[in-house]
Structures are given as C-alpha cells and as structure tokens.
C-alpha cells in the first residue's frame, strides 16, 4: 500500500511558524528600539529650536527628499539612499547626531543607532520643533 500523502490541514512545519512569529513580531521587518541615552549629546548645537524648514533640499546637491539635518552645526544634507553627503558630512567632521526630516527619527552615527527624541529629554525640543515644522502642530504626547 502507498504513503498517504500529508493532508491540506496539516500545520505547518515548526522552522516556518517560527519565521511567521518572528515576522509578526518584528524580527524580520529592520525594527530596531531606539536607545533612550547616547554619549554624544554633549555636541548638540545650541540653537537648534530655529531649524531649517523640512523641505530644505540637501547643501551639496539640492537633493529635495530624503534629507537629514545635522543637529551640531544644522548642515541640510541628503541620506544614504540618495548622494550619502550626510553619511560623508559625518566622516569628514565627526558630527554624529542627525535628525531625518522624512519621519523626525535622530540617528547617532557614532553609536550606530537611533534615540528615542521624545524620551530623552535634550532631543524633545527638537523633535517638537521639527514636527511643528513638518506638520504645522503640536506632537501628540508620547506613550510611556
């Protein structure tokens, strides 16, 4: 007599529900946690509540979207999926904290990672003053 074949209503094999969690939970999508601190906040600029307005295309190319500001000296440079002057800007001057004026997360290049702006207590002026700026009012208040 022949093997039966698996039915249609078997489940799935363990290696493949573990993947499916995994995307479901994030694992699988590029979501990372933003820190909540980064030893670098000591080269904020001090002016950064007057900030170039988001559409404010990139220094070096002029470059319209997918732009960064810098937050040491509020250079407008364009990311690395375009010209990569941010990334450049960067190496070349060791300014780490940039803010992306496509969806206001910072970045600290130094730390490789992102911080959270609306915890920790330096950034949220800026993120504040940013969304304003993108979206002509006030952030909702973060979920803690």
């Not at 209503?9 to 820190?35: F, H, N």
């Not at 990569?84 to 070349?92: F, G, K």
């Not at 600290?108 to 993108?134: G, N, T, V, W």
Request: glycine fraction near 4%; proline fraction near 8%; hydrophobic fraction near 35%.
């Amino acid at each position: 007599m022949a093997d039966k074949a698996p039915s249609s209503s078997s489940s799935p094999p363990k290696e493949v529900a573990d993947d499916t969690q995994d995307w479901i939970l994030g694992a699988g999508s590029g979501w990372v946690e933003a820190r909540t601190s980064c030893d670098h906040l000591n080269t904020l600029s001090p002016d950064l509540l007057h900030l170039p307005i988001p559409d404010t295309p990139c220094s070096r190319c002029q470059n319209p979207v997918e732009n960064w500001l810098c937050l040491c000296c509020k250079e407008v440079l364009c990311s690395r999926f375009v010209n990569r002057h941010m990334l450049m800007h960067h190496q070349q001057t060791g300014h780490c904290l940039a803010l992306s004026y496509s969806d206001l997360s910072v970045w600290c290049f130094c730390c490789e990672a992102y911080l959270d702006a609306q915890i920790i207590s330096q950034l949220r002026p800026i993120h504040q003053a940013a969304y304003i700026l993108k979206f002509g009012e006030a952030p909702p208040l973060p979920q803690l």
